[in-house]
């Protein structure tokens, strides 16, 4: 299987900061790589598509990065609503998997 | 719209079997491949198992291969997931999921709302 990490597990930030997420594969996933946000009671919600395309509707605060086995989520401007957990997720195997998460909290 | 709504969960005993349904209404699901994903309380998302269009060509998660069967009725538009010898550890909410291929990639784009399945004696 190919593992996903994701850091940090969890962060705290203020509406407006800048915010970034890693995720990193355990071998290269070249840009199948796809980003999603959960909020509570909600199912998750595709963001980003081969780990630079922005899903149609998402706002352009969100941004993609990365190839092989080092990605990165940046959200420009943190706004109310985005405080959720955002996960990774690789579709370059037969077997998908997704990173454990990383949770966007308010200072 | 474009739905999945998932059925079949609740709570069974170690051992035990369960049969979820994933019923899609708005579209066809004979266009789509279908996978199920989980989730248990307070975890993150584990991506369980797939099925091609035709239900010719499966894949498992290592954590459920032997145990867990996906299926589907396109006739019915119907995805399922037959989970034999269930363990505590299946404990989880568990969601259907469409997979799409934009820009040649493949993603979720549609979920179901999850249904709860409980392991427990």
């Known amino acids: 299987d190919i593992q996903m990490t994701q850091s940090p597990a969890s962060l705290s930030a203020s509406v407006g900061d800048r915010v970034t997420i890693t995720c990193r594969a355990s071998q290269s996933i070249t840009t199948y790589l796809n980003w999603y946000q959960e909020k509570p009671g909600k199912v998750p919600k595709l963001l980003i598509f081969?780990?630079?395309s922005l899903q149609s509707g998402v706002p352009s605060r969100f941004s993609g990065s990365g190839s092989g086995t080092d990605f990165t989520l940046t959200i420009s401007s943190l706004q109310p609503e985005d405080f959720a957990t955002y996960y990774c997720?690789?579709?370059?195997?037969?077997?998908?998997?997704f990173g454990q998460g990383t949770k966007v909290e308010i200072k | 719209e474009e739905q999945l709504v998932e059925s079949g969960g609740g709570l069974v005993q170690p051992g035990g079997s369960l049969r979820l349904s994933c019923a899609a209404s708005g579209f066809s699901v004979r266009n789509y491949w279908m996978h199920w994903v989980r989730q248990a309380p307070g975890k993150g998302l584990v991506w369980v198992s797939r099925?091609?269009?035709?239900?010719?060509?499966?894949t498992y998660a290592d954590s459920v291969k032997g145990r867990f069967t996906i299926s589907r009725d396109n006739a019915k538009n119907t995805l399922y997931l037959q989970m034999n010898s269930l363990r505590a550890e299946d404990t989880a909410v568990y969601f259907c999921?469409?997979?799409?291929?934009?820009?040649?990639?493949?993603?979720?784009?549609?979920w179901g709302q999850g249904t709860v399945v409980t392991v427990s004696s």
């Open positions: 099925i091609n269009r035709e239900g010719s060509s499966t």
């Open positions: 999921a469409r997979e799409i291929h934009p820009g040649g990639v493949d993603a979720f784009d549609i």
């Open positions: 081969g780990a630079s």
């Open positions: 997720q690789q579709t370059y195997s037969t077997m998908w998997t």
